[in-house]
């Protein structure tokens, strides 16, 4: 079995515009960024690997959009075309992907809790959903990537 808590791992939320990342040993993820970019998949996995070269990190799970039924749909085969791009430019990393079902919905509230309005939350909810998606993969001891 794949070691989980007590290695560096990479968490990312995946977007055609913005992608958060966010970085943990396990415990309390801390944000990293938000990777602006306009549907490149190339230039966000070199930024993450630049990332995962500075916090010396040896997972990354990704976050796979399932509908609600928890089947794949077009979202999902984006976010797989990405992560072979991913493999590509880290392939030093286990790569893992976590149902991210309800991430970002998850993040809004918890930004509006916090008093953010919608214009501030813009840049924000991305690396918010990467921390929920890290949190919930060590939360399940991976179990299911």
């Known amino acids: 079995t794949t070691t989980i808590k007590g290695v560096k791992t990479i968490g990312v939320d995946h977007g055609r515009r913005r992608t958060g990342i966010c970085a943990s040993v396990g415990y309390a993820p801390r944000p990293l960024r938000v990777i602006q970019h306009n549907d490149d998949n190339k230039f966000v996995a070199t930024e993450i ?24 749909g077009e979202q999902a085969n984006y976010t797989r075309v990405f992560v072979e791009c991913l493999k590509q430019a880290c392939p030093q990393c286990t790569i893992f992907l976590w149902d991210e079902r309800y991430s970002t919905v998850d993040a809004t509230e918890k930004l509006r809790s916090l008093g953010y309005n919608s214009f501030d939350m813009k840049g924000m909810i991305d690396v918010v959903a990467s921390i929920g998606i890290l949190t919930d993969f060590y939360h399940k001891d991976g179990k299911g990537a």
């Open 49 to 72: 690997a630049e990332e995962v070269r500075k916090e010396a990190a040896q997972h990354i799970v990704v976050g796979l959009p399932l509908d609600s039924q928890g089947r794949e």
